[in-house]
């Protein structure tokens, strides 16, 4: 049986068996979440296990191919845009933010300011002009987007699909 013992600078430990546990308090504790082990009977692991499974307990949506599918077409479809439609240099650069790049990051492997990429993305703001924003690649995705016939079918029927769980 393991027992629990405090250490001045550990916090509490958990010795048994030669080795300790160090459970040292992290600011991150406030938020991460707990795991435990609790004892379930056989019926209670097979009305987990069943053609169900908790995975469909724990996403109302589950898993469906066809969905599946569309949201694949659908990022086809986005990238057709941002390669098309979009200046080389919002592309680049979204291109990189899809993959993980900080703004900083990016700013560093194109050679201009953070801020250049800042506005390349959400565009511009003219103070002068009644706070009139432009440039932004994001803002003119949207607009590419809504008014693209393939797009709109994609969403429709995403939307169809998740709509009838509920």
């Known amino acids: 049986m393991a027992k629990a013992k405090k250490n001045k600078n550990k916090g509490v430990g958990i010795s048994g068996g030669g080795e300790s546990i160090d459970r040292t308090k992290n ?4 938020y991460q979440p707990i795991i ?6 056989q019926d209670m692991m097979g009305e987990i296990a069943d053609g169900n499974g908790i995975s469909s307990q724990l996403n ?3 898993y469906s191919e066809e969905l599946a599918e569309l949201r694949d077409q ?3 479809e986005m990238w057709r845009l941002i390669n098309n439609e979009l200046t080389d240099r919002q ?5 990189l933010y899809s993959r993980g790049f900080t703004q900083q990051e990016i700013a560093k492997l194109l050679g201009v300011n953070q801020s250049s990429i800042t506005k ?4 511009n703001c003219d103070y002068k002009n009644k706070k009139k924003s432009y440039g932004g690649a994001k803002k003119r995705l949207r607009k590419l987007a809504e008014n693209d016939d393939k797009i ?3 969403l429709a029927r995403i939307n169809e699909i998740e709509g009838d769980v509920f």
């Open 36 to 41: 435990c082990e609790m004892p379930c009977s």
């Open 120 to 123: 390349s993305l959400s565009g």
């Open 91 to 95: 592309a680049q650069v979204i291109n």
């Open 74 to 76: 659908l990022k086809i």
């Open 152 to 154: 709109e079918v994609l």
């Open 27 to 30: 600011r991150s504790d406030h």
């Open 60 to 62: 109302p949506f589950g």
